[in-house]
């Protein structure tokens, strides 16, 4: 990060927070995706951001797309799993990774924090004609590692209504720059509860249940029209 602030004057984390980034080159960073593969995602699916790559991949969409055969759509959610910090781990955890008990409790803060007023609004480029400074953003730290957090801005969010409960959150770990998503869970035994996108089971550990309330942590109303 150090080498791209030098060369660049910027650092990437923040361009993905300013939507500063084209789409097409942030699907084509993805192996297994050229420009014209990108572009075509981006044209014909909508799909600007890795988390909306991750969930064609997921959902079907991708398989619709020429050339995007089973063993490439593998791959590339293999690579978005890393990246995205998706990772599972069945049994134990990696000295290296951060517990789910702190990304939760960034979450908490987050959305404390946010729903208080206390945070500085930004003014996202993406899915913000009007440019208004609507999404709230956390800067907070915890021992040596720095957090960034705040609503998803994705397309994805916006169309199923999320943008004021997935919680995209960033940190410097491990090799480099690393990211998880916190919903509130809709459906199964943590319904209702904050979960880590692809670390469920250690939520499940750590809320000391395998069954939750319904309703139990729900977000609460939009931060704005969308």
């Known amino acids: 990060m150090l080498r791209d602030l030098i060369v660049t004057g910027k650092l990437p984390m923040l361009d993905r927070l300013r939507g500063e980034l084209d789409s097409v080159e942030i699907l084509r960073s993805v192996p297994g995706i050229g420009r014209v593969q990108a572009a075509r995602l981006h044209h014909d699916l909508g799909i600007d951001h890795l988390e909306d790559l991750e969930a064609a991949a997921h959902d079907g969409r991708l398989a619709t797309v020429a050339g995007f055969g089973e063993k490439r759509i593998a791959g590339i ?10 990772v599972r781990y069945p049994a134990s955890i990696p000295p290296d990774e951060v517990p789910v008990e702190e990304l939760l409790d960034i979450d908490r803060e987050y ?15 993406r899915f913000n004609p009007k ?5 709230p953003i956390l800067h907070t730290q915890r021992g040596d590692r720095h957090y960034t957090a705040l609503f998803s801005n994705t397309a994805r969010a916006h169309d199923l209504g999320r ?31 904050r ?5 469920e089971t250690e939520c499940a550990r750590y809320y000391g249940c395998h069954g939750a309330p319904y309703g139990a942590g729900l977000a609460s109303e939009p931060l704005h029209a969308t």
């Open 195 to 199: 979960v880590v996108r692809g670390r």
């Open 77 to 86: 959610i293999d690579s978005l799993a890393s990246r995205l910090g998706r």
């Open 131 to 135: 440019g208004q400074a609507w999404l």
């Open 111 to 125: 959305r404390e924090a946010a729903a208080a007023g206390k945070l500085r609004r930004i003014a996202p480029r």
């Open 163 to 193: 943008t004021n409960d997935w919680v995209v959150i960033y940190w410097d770990g491990g090799p480099g720059e690393r990211q998880c998503t916190v919903v509130t869970d809709r459906q199964g035994a943590l319904r209702g509860w």
